[in-house]
């Protein structure tokens, strides 16, 4: 699933480019300041009116995905899932210029191998219970959304982005000198198609908003300020459909893509320890943390 096409040092580069040669400084894996706050990283606000809940990503400084975030995400979507009031989920975040950054670099750092296995196995889950999902769900993208982020924003049914030329989204592990999971590249061919995503994901590309929008990795551009009112009258239209048939047709969609990783699960898991464990993957995780502290000295 995973393994290194270039040489380890790779992984310290901060700041990549796209195709359109805009300098990106969007790591694939972000790095999640530390502190002793159980505050939550999540909050859900669920409007018994209209069926709708708001789900605000709210870890500062990027919304890292870690294993906590991931647990207590999954933990909030299950709890609407069940709520037979909940028919609509929309997801955005609290800060500013960021919708997530990607996977959390400190769960696969200096970690063991179980607590890799436990970590990747909490990415799954996230992104089976949001690709699956009964609910409709919409992504208000109010930031970039490189990576994981990426991943989650593709894994809702309808992606609304900010109109801003310095917000970036895609999946650009290559550029990192890491392959994509299979899963991963099957969600983002069932959201561009074949072409698109060989293209993007051979490259690792980060789009800009609006060459998002071209290739169809976002659904629609709004001014910042108007990104989640619009995703709220935007879920009116799709609560507009009958619930069973919405229901039905998206996992006619979808099923074959979900069984994949379910029938391959394990298998996903061992791989990706292998490879993070691996000695000169270790070592370039610790280079890419080093340069990450002397810039923020």
Same mark, same amino acid.
């Given at each position: ?99 997530? %950054?990607?996977? @959390? ?5 200096? &970690? *063991?191998?179980? =607590?890799?296995?436990?970590?990747? $196995? ?117 609560? %507009?459909?009958? @619930? ?5 047709? &998206? *996992?006619?969609? =979808?099923?074959?893509?979900?069984? $994949? ?37």
């Amino acid at each position: 699933m995973l393994n290194t096409i270039t040489s380890p040092s790779v992984l310290s580069q901060l700041s990549i480019h796209s195709r359109h040669g805009r300098e990106c400084v969007s790591p694939c894996f972000s790095l999640q300041q530390r502190n002793n706050s159980t505050s939550p990283k999540i909050k859900v606000d669920l409007d018994s009116s209209t069926g709708v809940a708001v789900l605000r990503m709210q870890s500062p400084p990027v919304n890292s995905l870690s294993l906590d975030f991931l647990t207590e995400f999954c933990i909030n979507l299950e709890k609407l899932e069940m709520d037979r009031s909940c028919r609509g989920l929309i997801i955005t975040s609290t800060l500013s210029k960021v919708f997530s %950054a990607g996977l @959390d670099i400190m769960e696969m750092y200096g &970690k *063991s191998p179980e =607590r890799c296995g436990e970590f990747w $196995k909490a990415v799954q889950e996230m992104w089976l219970k949001l690709y699956g999902s009964n609910m409709a769900t919409i992504a208000a993208i109010n930031g970039s959304s490189p990576a994981g982020g990426c991943l989650m924003s593709i894994g809702c049914d309808y992606r609304i982005m900010a109109d801003n030329p310095r917000y970036s989204i895609g999946l650009n592990e290559t550029q990192l000198g890491i392959v994509a999971p299979f899963w991963f590249k099957d969600t983002l061919v069932n959201t561009v198609g074949n072409r698109a995503a060989e293209l993007s994901l051979e490259l690792g590309l980060l789009y800009s908003a609006p060459d998002a929008l071209k290739i169809g990795l976002v659904d629609q551009l709004v001014p910042e300020d108007q990104v989640l009112s619009t995703a709220q009258d935007t879920m009116s239209k799709w609560l %507009a459909v009958p @619930d069973h048939a919405r229901q039905i047709t &998206k *996992s006619m969609m =979808r099923k074959q893509t979900i069984d $994949k990783l379910l029938s391959n699960r394990e298998a996903d898991i061992t791989n990706f320890v292998s490879f993070i464990t691996k000695d000169s993957i270790q070592r370039s995780l610790r280079m890419y943390l080093e340069m990450l502290k002397s810039r923020k000295a």
